[in-house]
T-cell receptor, first 114, second 115 residues
Framework: ETGVTQSPTHLIKTRGQQVTLRCSSQ?????VSWYQQALGQGPQFIFQ???????GRGNFPPRFSGLQFPNYSSELNVNALELDDSALYLC?????????????FGPGTRLTVL | GDSVTQMEGPVTLSEEAFLTINCTYT??????LFWYVQYPGEGLQLLLK?????DKGSNKGFEATYRKETTSFHLEKGSVQVSDSAVYFC??????????????FGGGTRLMVKP
């Protein structure tokens, strides 16, 4: 069984650019959540996708957007990058969005904005 | 809204010492509580969990008890090893989330164990 994978591993962008991060969920999982982990801090919930629909959002501006595809893989898009967007972006998948289902995390994508 | 507060690190211990990392939370109702561990360069791994008051979660020698009366979920281990060096995150899954199983994390506590 393949776990959660993310690409790329590292990424460097400049302020004002746009970036797309990708996540493949664990086999059989239909729910993907994205988190932002700034250096030295805990992860912060960005949003969740369940069966290709956004299923909840944290306190992030609209320039953070996402997609989920029919195979339940997901993308996180960030427009108009700011220096403070530099962080580790974590994707987590779960069997469903029900509260009882555990989230399984990928290794993350390290984004640096210069 | 929901929140989690952890003791700040780093916590530096000698091998075989006793470990406590404090965690308290604020949430309505009866959240589920978790400890995650993050090794250098890796994502988060679930260490243990407890889903109701007075439950004790345990794994790999680590334990934590869900204390509703003190809204706490302190992590303990009787004898740490160098391989336990990592960052530990306390987290909760609330009852009134806008996304069913989203997690709210504390700021993390770095543990360094010296031989």
């Amino acid at each position: 069984e393949t776990g959660v994978t993310q690409s790329p591993t590292h990424l460097i962008k400049t302020r004002g650019q746009q970036v797309t991060l990708r996540c493949s969920s664990q086999s059989g999982h239909n729910t993907v959540s994205w988190y932002q982990q700034a250096l030295g801090q805990g992860p912060q919930f960005i949003f969740q996708y369940y069966r290709e629909e956004e299923n909840g959002r944290g306190n992030f501006p609209p320039r953070f957007s996402g997609l989920q595809f029919p195979n339940y893989s997901s993308e996180l898009n960030v427009n108009a990058l700011e220096l403070d967007d530099s962080a580790l972006y974590l994707c987590a998948s779960s069997l469903t969005s029900l509260r009882r289902n555990e989230q399984f995390f990928g290794p993350g994508t390290r984004l640096t904005v210069l | 809204g929901d929140s989690v507060t952890q003791m700040e690190g780093p916590v530096t211990l000698s091998e075989e010492a006793f470990l406590t990392i404090n965690c308290t939370y604020t949430a309505t109702g009866y959240p589920s509580l978790f400890w995650y561990v993050q090794y250098p360069g890796e994502g988060l791994q679930l260490l243990l969990k407890a889903t109701k008051a007075d439950d004790k979660g345990s794994n790999k020698g680590f334990e934590a008890t869900y204390r509703k009366e003190t809204t706490s979920f302190h992590l303990e281990k009787g004898s740490v090893q160098v391989s336990d060096s990592a960052v530990y995150f306390c987290a909760l899954r609330g009852e009134n989330n806008n996304a069913g199983n989203m997690l709210t994390f504390g700021g993390g506590t770095r543990l360094m164990v010296k031989p």
